[in-house]
């Protein structure tokens, strides 16, 4: 009975191993947690298109928004672990969603595999031109004037832009108030029309329109200045020390995804992230390219949620 058991297992283990050293043999999905025309967006079909290249199979983008990511992350852990269903996974949904929202469907730690950090992604707060305010402390002083008159579009409950103001306006002291979208996109158009005032959102999506004259930047939410925008002040130089928000971005697994497959989607990314591609177009966007290990990424993970962990308990934070 035992070397029965034994054999199957073998044959079960074998077989496994067989199909991770032929993957990938038909196309992967890469599902995006937001809706098209955000930052997100950007780097995952810039990344699918070179890995397209390199893994000899096409990658395609599925955008599936809605529930500040919950919605698709769910659904892909639940997806068979054979390394053709991979996800997007940012700072929204792996670092705060388990600590703002109170139901919190899957364990991120758990339930999925870090592959590889494929950029971090400076943020602006930018403002309508029809905003009266040129600087950082212009803003907070018209936002402190008249509570709750300057609304802000996000890509969405979570998303990166939500996380960045609401930081903001816990360490300022202002109250604006918030109107979600399912994306940058749907966001973009409703500033751009007026019907929103202000955003706080990964500058990819944003610089085309601040180049236009469209959007006025007011301040950086990383620790650097962006060399696109060498004269926009950081919001740390702008009176608040320490602050820093970036978004980020990474490529997960389901959990039982065998790490052969995890290696050889690695090994394929870090090539992409070394292309010409993918170099000339982050640089464009003031995107730093990510790169090393699964181990990494885990770390970096690990690392980010405990500072949302901390910036959740200050600013009590909650997303339902």
């Known amino acids: 009975m035992f070397t029965r058991y034994f054999t199957l297992a073998a044959l079960l283990l074998g077989a496994s191993f067989a199909h991770a050293q032929q993957w990938p043999t038909k196309a992967i999905r890469f599902v995006v947690p937001f809706a098209p025309g955000g930052t997100s967006e950007i780097v995952a079909r810039s990344v699918a298109q070179e890995l397209s290249t390199t893994l000899g199979q096409t990658v395609y983008v599925d955008n599936r928004p809605g529930g500040a990511g919950v919605i698709a992350m769910n659904e892909v852990a639940k997806a068979e672990p054979d390394g053709y269903t991979i996800i997007l996974g940012h700072v929204g949904t792996l670092a705060v969603n388990p600590y703002a929202m109170p139901k919190h469907p899957y364990d991120v730690n758990k339930e999925f595999a870090p592959v590889i950090l494929l950029a971090r992604v400076p943020s602006l707060l930018a403002v309508a031109p029809e905003v009266p305010a040129k600087t950082l402390h212009e803003f ?30 816990a360490e300022s002291g202002i109250k604006l108030l918030h109107i979600p979208y399912k994306g940058t996109g749907p ?16 500058a990819p999506a944003l610089l085309g329109q601040i180049n236009a004259g469209k959007l006025r930047p007011l301040a950086v939410g990383s620790h650097e200045r962006m060399l696109s925008l060498p004269n926009v002040p950081t919001v740390a130089e702008s009176g608040y020390k320490d602050f820093e928000t970036s978004q980020w971005y990474g490529i997960l697994v389901p959990a039982k995804t065998p790490k052969a497959i995890i290696d050889k989607l690695n ?10 591609g993918i170099t000339a177009k982050f640089a464009k966007d003031d995107a730093r390219a990510g790169g090393g290990t699964p181990e990494q990424f885990a770390a970096f993970i690990k690392k980010e949620q405990t500072t949302w962990k901390r910036i959740i308990e200050k600013t009590g934070l909650k997303i339902d």
């Open 267 to 276: 090994a394929a990314a870090n090539n992409a992230l070394k292309s010409n």
């Open 187 to 202: 966001m973009l158009q409703d500033i751009l029309g007026g019907r929103v005032q202000a955003t706080f959102t990964g």
């Open 140 to 169: 907070v002083a018209l936002a402190k004037a008249k509570p709750d008159s300057i609304s802000y579009g996000s890509a969405g409950n979570g998303s990166s832009g939500h996380l960045a103001m609401e930081y903001f306006m």
